[in-house]
T-cell receptor, first 111, second 115 residues
Framework: KQEVTQIPAALSVPEGENLVLNCSFT??????LQWFRQDPGKGLTSLLL?????REQTSGRLNASLDKSSGRSTLYIAASQPGDSATYLC??????????FGTGTSLTVIP | KAGVTQTPRYLIKTRGQQVTLSCSPI?????VSWYQQTPGQGLQFLFE???????NKGNFPGRFSGRQFSNSRSEMNVSTLELGDSALYLC??????????????FGPGTRLTVL
């Protein structure tokens, strides 16, 4: 069974700092990996999707990398802002549309 | 283009009752997936429907069921509610079911409280 782990569980940084969130998964036979953010009491917002054949994706201040062989992905956030405060989740997709979600990293950016 | 909508947003039920949740996907999307989110277990996959057929199913008891209509709208039903069913139920839609480039788009969720 696929297990997805995210480290750290919580992170607090001053505004402007660059940071890295980690995601690891046990089964490397994935179709893709998607990073989401979730604001309190809300649904999930898709940030980046990396297909299994890709190594990284970028969107604005966000960069996500994927290393299938080692079962790892990282989400890099440059020049963090208070508006980035949220819970960040990674999800790996196996067959069909079945996703396995990580435990999440709760990020607080202090003004 | 309108996003994924879920109704109702909040629901309070008592043990033993049943409940039906609704999800309308983004226009043109044919796949709808359901997830349960709890503080203890995180986000867990319930099932996926594509073209009115259940494609995948997570590890949940038979009390959890769903269906999809010809317009791709989906409903999820939970019978004989238990206290542990209290959770945020999220639905997600995507264009297809099986392409690695497909992004899942989530709705705001239905918060179910079982008393």
């Amino acid at each position: 069974k696929q297990e997805v782990t995210q480290i750290p569980a919580a992170l607090s940084v001053p505004e402007g700092e660059n940071l890295v969130l980690n995601c690891s998964f046990t089964d490397s036979a994935i179709y893709n990996l998607q990073w989401f953010r979730q604001d309190p009491g809300k649904g999930l917002t898709s940030l980046l999707l990396i297909q299994s054949s890709q190594r990284e994706q970028t969107s604005g201040r966000l960069n996500a990398s994927l290393d299938k062989s080692s079962g790892r992905s990282t989400l890099y956030i440059a020049a963090s802002q208070p508006g980035d405060s949220a819970t960040y989740l990674c999800a790996v997709r196996l067959t069909g549309n079945q996703f396995y979600f990580g435990t999440g990293t709760s990020l607080t950016v202090i003004p | 283009k309108a996003g994924v909508t879920q109704t109702p947003r909040y629901l309070i039920k008592t043990r033993g009752q049943q409940v039906t949740l609704s999800c309308s996907p983004i226009s043109g999307h044919r796949s709808v997936s359901w997830y349960q989110q709890t503080p203890g277990q995180g986000l867990q996959f319930l099932f996926e429907y594509f073209s009115e057929t259940q494609r995948n199913k997570g590890n949940f008891p038979g009390r959890f069921s769903g269906r999809q209509f010809s317009n791709s709208r989906s409903e999820m039903n939970v019978s004989t509610l238990e206290l542990g069913d209290s959770a945020l139920y999220l639905c997600a839609s995507s264009l297809t079911s099986g392409f690695s480039s497909d992004t899942q788009y989530f709705g705001p969720g239905t918060r179910l409280t079982v008393l």
